[in-house]
Nanobody, 124 residues
């Protein structure tokens, strides 16, 4: 079992930055990939970014490449999503998720454990 708690969401203006954090407990943190997903009102939950258990492999959705950076601190059992140059279309509830194995998966089905979500709102 893995428990995940996100933090760091909020209301910002277009062009601002935010950093989301995801604190994990349970299984050995470095043994599984971590992902960030988001869900806007009326839309499906979509992949944003993922990192492998060791942090060396990172994958991003095209919509956030060059603006968002995923990272993890295995000593602190925490994953991060640094979001720069935010746009109104980035507005969504952001969820962190833990995979069942090491790779940086980009598909929802690979993730077994989910946080409760944190709201990010970007005003124009």
């Amino acid at each position: 079992q893995v428990q995940l708690v996100e933090s760091g969401g909020g209301l910002v203006q277009a062009g601002d930055s935010l950093r989301l954090s995801c604190a994990a407990s349970g299984r050995t943190f470095s043994s599984y990939g971590m992902g960030w997903f988001r869900q806007a009102p009326g839309k499906e939950r979509e992949f944003v970014a993922a990192t492998s258990g060791g942090g060396s492999t990172r994958n991003y959705a095209d919509s956030v490449k060059g603006r968002f950076t995923i990272s993890r601190d295995n000593a602190k059992n925490t994953a991060y999503l640094q979001m720069n140059s935010l746009k109104p279309e980035d507005t969504a509830v952001y969820y962190c998720a833990a995979a069942d194995s090491f790779p940086a998966f980009i598909t929802r089905a690979a993730y077994l454990y989910w946080g409760q979500g944190t709201q990010v709102t970007v005003s124009s």
